[in-house]
């Protein structure tokens, strides 16, 4: 009788021995130097979590890593979220543990991380949590309505197939609570009419569903110790949220306490929350940090930077880069870039204007409810006839979806497409 009572003790101390952990999934949808700010925020949110007592381990990273070491670089092998005005900069890259890099970094992959589903991505690290863990999403890149990017041409992950990998992880138990932050154009419509409240998933975007996200750092405010780095180092939901979580005690700090802030300091967009809102009032250690009473080492918030005189709609992101990379180097090179872009921008402002007349589409309606089979199919279409979107071009997603809702004949927008298209 002893022996089972001693092993029924020590059984239920194992079992209250165990301890929930937290873990990260950090993503740069994006790659090229003219996106530098994607990377730059993912980089500067691992070292933050790392300062803040996540282990490695339990931290999964996508990112191109094509910026660190690009020719433009200045500072071959260092990245920087945040310009120095009078100390030496903070390189956000060094000691980043980059477990999926290059073409490796897309939507396929992403979603089987999610799932824990080791063998789909190859023996690569997936995420290992169970029912006892939380678990934070962090995204940053360009978006449409109703998708994000990834690097790959006509690469998106769809709100849709995101949410059916949400509900796969709550069917199989893989969280207690999760926490997912989205910088990206039109990220509100990732969860709009969409994330229950009922699946302990709480969600925050750069923007609502109908503008730009922001990027912020830019020329001529992207210098580092008397250099500029060419490009912009940040995105201004993106910078907000990291300089805040860098500065305070996050076993004190709420979740809405956080986004209040970061809404505030946001001025160019609406940032918005979703899901289960009762979980804004837990701390934010509990997502974005493992040990909520640790500090994190790392500061790049050493000196005041201005950050709202430098802003760039993330639409024309490439186009300000180009300009300033002629302006620097006035080469025939840089000036055809240049040209290219112009062009490029112009000739999707003249399709679209040809099609919306056309068919007569209501462009101000809200974005609302989106059919995503019609909206795959002819955004696959356009990407067939067409090209695929560039980053400018991805605004233009909605003209596709306003053509789904309003109800256009797909063989007369497939003939129209190539019309216009020719």
């Not at 922001?214 to 405010?221: D, H, M």
């Not at 990379?325 to 040209?339: G, I, T």
């Not at 000739?347 to 795959?376: Q, S």
Request: hydrophobic share 35%.
């Amino acid at each position: 009788m002893k022996t089972i009572c001693l092993a029924l003790t020590l059984f239920c101390l194992a079992i209250a021995g165990v301890q929930a952990a937290h873990y990260a999934v950090l993503v740069a949808g994006s790659n090229q130097y003219y996106n530098y700010r994607h990377q730059a925020d993912i980089f500067h949110a691992y070292q933050i979590l790392k300062g803040y007592g996540f282990s490695p381990e339990n931290i999964i990273t996508m990112a191109y890593d094509d910026i660190a070491n690009d020719s433009e670089n200045p500072f071959p092998g260092k990245v920087f979220n945040k310009p120095s005005l009078i100390k030496k900069g903070v390189d956000v890259y060094g000691g980043v543990q980059i477990d999926y890099k290059g073409d490796d970094v897309n939507s396929t992959n992403f979603l089987a991380v999610l799932r824990g589903d080791s063998a789909a991505v190859g023996g690569k690290k997936v995420l290992q949590s169970t029912a006892q863990d939380n678990v934070f999403i962090y995204f940053a890149d360009h978006g449409a309505p109703g998708l994000i990017a990834f690097p790959a041409d006509d690469d998106y992950l769809y709100a849709d197939d995101l949410l059916k990998t949400l509900n796969y992880m709550n069917d199989h138990k893989m969280y207690k609570e999760m926490v997912i932050y989205i910088e990206a154009c039109e990220s509100g419509s990732m969860f709009e009419n969409l994330l229950p409240a009922n699946i302990s998933i709480y969600a925050t975007t750069a923007a609502n569903s109908e503008e730009s996200s922001w990027g912020t750092y830019c020329s001529p405010n992207d210098r580092v110790q008397g250099k500029s780095i060419g490009s912009c180092l940040g995105d201004l939901y993106s910078v907000n949220f990291l300089e805040n979580l860098e500065s305070i005690d996050p076993s004190k700090e709420t979740l809405l306490d956080q986004f209040n802030i970061i809404k505030q300091k946001t001025t160019k967009s609406h940032v918005m929350q979703f899901g289960d809102l009762t979980i804004d009032a837990e701390v934010v250690g509990n997502f974005e940090a493992s040990n909520s009473t640790s500090r994190a080492p790392l500061k790049t918030s050493q000196d005041e930077a201005d950050k709202y005189s430098s802003l760039v709609d993330s639409r024309y992101n490439k186009l300000h880069y180009l300009q300033n990379k002629h302006m620097r180097l006035q080469s025939a090179n840089s000036h055809q870039e240049l040209a290219d872009e112009v062009a490029s921008i112009e000739r999707f402002d003249a399709r679209f204007e040809t099609l919306a007349t056309k068919f007569g589409l209501n462009l101000n309606m809200p974005v609302g409810h989106i059919d995503f089979a019609c909206l795959k199919s002819r955004v696959a279409m356009y990407n067939e006839v067409c090209g695929s979107f560039s980053d400018y071009g991805l605004k233009y997603v909605r003209h596709l979806h306003y053509s789904c809702v309003q109800g256009v004949d797909i063989y007369d927008f497939e003939e129209a497409l190539i019309r216009v298209c020719a």
